[in-house]
Nanobody
Framework: QVQLVESGGGLVQAGGSLRLSCAAS????????MRWFHQAPGKEREFVAI???????DYRDSVKGRFTISRDGAKDTVYLQMNSLKPEDTAMYYC?????????WGQGTQVTVFS
């Protein structure tokens, strides 16, 4: 079992920054990657970024150059640094991983960007 808890969301003006955190607990030694998704009201949940424990990262095109995913292994925490935020980044942000075919999600953290 793995538990994920996101934090760091909030209300920010366009052009500002936020850093989201995803803290993992439980059988964290079984995790080898973490993804961030977001979901805006009335829209489907969308992939934002992934980090693999090998160090590889990938991003959706709309956040490349603005968002950075990283991890602190000692703290079992993955971060999403979001810079140059835009109103269209407004969404609930979730971290997720899967282990042995079981997918785990956090409860989400809300990001609201106003112009």
């Amino acid at each position: 079992q793995v538990q994920l808890v996101e934090s760091g969301g909030g209300l920010v003006q366009a052009g500002g920054s936020l850093r989201l955190s995803c803290a993992a607990s439980g059988r964290t030694f079984t995790i080898n990657h973490m993804r961030w998704f977001h979901q805006a009201p009335g829209k489907e949940r969308e992939f934002v970024a992934i980090i693999r424990w090998s160090g590889d990262t990938d991003y959706r095109d709309s956040v490349k150059g603005r968002f950075t995913i990283s991890r602190d292994g000692a703290k079992d925490t993955v971060y999403l640094q979001m810079n140059s935020l835009k109103p269209e980044d407004t969404a609930m942000y979730y971290c997720t991983t899967y282990v042995n075919g079981v997918e785990y999600w956090g409860q989400g953290t809300q990001v609201t960007v106003f112009s």
